[in-house]
């Protein structure tokens, strides 16, 4: 099945008369101003450019356009962080530079030997499983091999839907993400909003992502790839594309626990 270019049936700029959107007050934000004089309509765009967002694991070849991660990474530089450190740093890869990393990659994963011999510098994971979140963890690994025919059993096929990560899932874009090592954990939890922020506005331009802590392990390999400096640690990496509709592991949708268990509202 062939797939059109997303940008094909790319809107067209609406004139003023067309443009449901009114202008903004002063020190307002015109995107966020009122569409069709209904201020609920911006939250219905914010609401659903998060509640869309999943981690896709298949992407047509469809290239994204350099200007368009750079528009992506500079609105979410407005995430939040203590004292305005702004510890992200981001790597962009595609073409040539991608292949070369992911090559690199696959080469150290598929070999046993190379494989043993690397480890994330970061624990992401506890130690220990406990409940809820072992339970959880289960349910969305065997929800995704479900849907792939994946038996319990099949540790070829396991090996193999694992190492799809160090190909960024066949995404045009691969990004990998670093932090400077004296930073604290502060910084890591600014880290994650700033992530967080680019993974929405992404969805808010058609794209999908997936974060992919899996690279922290190979991170020794990625230094030498980028040429990152010995003060910079890999925090993780994360795809970026379009979602190819036809592939059966896009279908996966988590779940999330029902808010009276984690909300707690006190008067």
């Given at each position: 099945?062939?797939?059109?270019?997303?940008?094909?049936?790319?809107?067209?700029?609406?004139s003023?008369?067309?443009?449901?959107?009114?202008?903004?007050?002063?020190?307002?934000?015109?995107?966020?101003?009122a569409?069709?004089?209904?201020?609920?309509?911006?939250?219905?765009y914010?609401?659903?450019?998060?509640?869309?967002?999943?981690?896709?694991?298949?992407?047509?070849?469809?290239p994204v356009?350099?200007?368009?991660?750079?528009?992506?990474?500079?609105?979410?530089?407005?995430?939040?962080?203590?004292?305005?450190?702004?510890p992200?740093?981001?790597?962009?890869?595609?073409?040539?530079?991608?292949?070369?990393?992911?090559?690199?990659?696959?080469?150290?994963?598929?070999?046993?030997?190379?494989?043993?011999?690397?480890?994330?510098?970061?624990?992401?994971?506890?130690?220990?499983?406990?409940?809820?979140?072992?339970?959880?963890?289960?349910?969305?690994?065997?929800?995704?091999?479900?849907?792939?025919?994946?038996?319990?059993?099949?540790?070829?096929?396991?090996?193999?839907?694992?190492?799809?990560?160090?190909r960024?899932?066949?995404?045009?874009?691969?990004?990998?993400?670093?932090?400077?090592?004296?930073?604290?954990?502060?910084?890591?939890?600014?880290?994650?909003?700033?992530?967080?922020?680019?993974?929405?506005?992404?969805?808010a331009?058609?794209?999908?992502?997936?974060?992919?802590?899996?690279?922290a392990?190979?991170?020794?390999?990625?230094?030498e790839q980028?040429?990152?400096?010995?003060?910079?640690?890999?925090?993780?990496?994360?795809?970026?594309?379009?979602?190819?509709?036809?592939?059966?592991?896009?279908?996966?949708?988590?779940?999330?626990?029902?808010?009276?268990?984690?909300?707690?509202?006190?008067?």
């Amino acid at each position: 099945m062939k797939h059109s270019h997303p940008s094909a049936h790319a809107a067209q700029p609406l004139s003023e008369e067309q443009n449901p959107v009114e202008a903004a007050s002063p020190g307002e934000s015109p995107h966020l101003a009122a569409v069709n004089g209904n201020p609920d309509l911006r939250v219905e765009y914010v609401d659903e450019a998060i509640r869309s967002r999943r981690s896709i694991r298949a992407y047509l070849p469809t290239p994204v356009p350099q200007d368009t991660v750079a528009e992506i990474l500079s609105v979410a530089s407005r995430a939040p962080s203590g004292s305005n450190i702004q510890p992200w740093q981001t790597y962009v890869l595609t073409g040539d530079a991608l292949h070369r990393l992911t090559s690199r990659l696959l080469d150290a994963f598929n070999d046993p030997a190379q494989r043993l011999m690397h480890q994330e510098e970061y624990a992401y994971y506890p130690r220990e499983w406990t409940e809820p979140y072992q339970a959880r963890r289960r349910k969305v690994g065997w929800d995704l091999y479900g849907l792939l025919g994946i038996g319990r059993a099949d540790k070829d096929r396991m090996h193999g839907q694992h190492a799809r990560n160090f190909r960024f899932f066949d995404a045009p874009v691969g990004m990998i993400f670093t932090i400077d090592r004296h930073l604290e954990l502060g910084s890591w939890l600014d880290y994650g909003m700033f992530l967080q922020s680019v993974m929405v506005a992404a969805r808010a331009r058609g794209l999908d992502t997936c974060p992919q802590a899996a690279f922290a392990t190979f991170h020794r390999i990625i230094a030498e790839q980028l040429h990152l400096p010995e003060a910079r640690m890999v925090v993780c990496g994360m795809a970026l594309g379009y979602a190819d509709p036809d592939a059966v592991e896009n279908r996966l949708v988590t779940e999330r626990a029902p808010l009276q268990e984690w909300a707690h509202f006190l008067n």
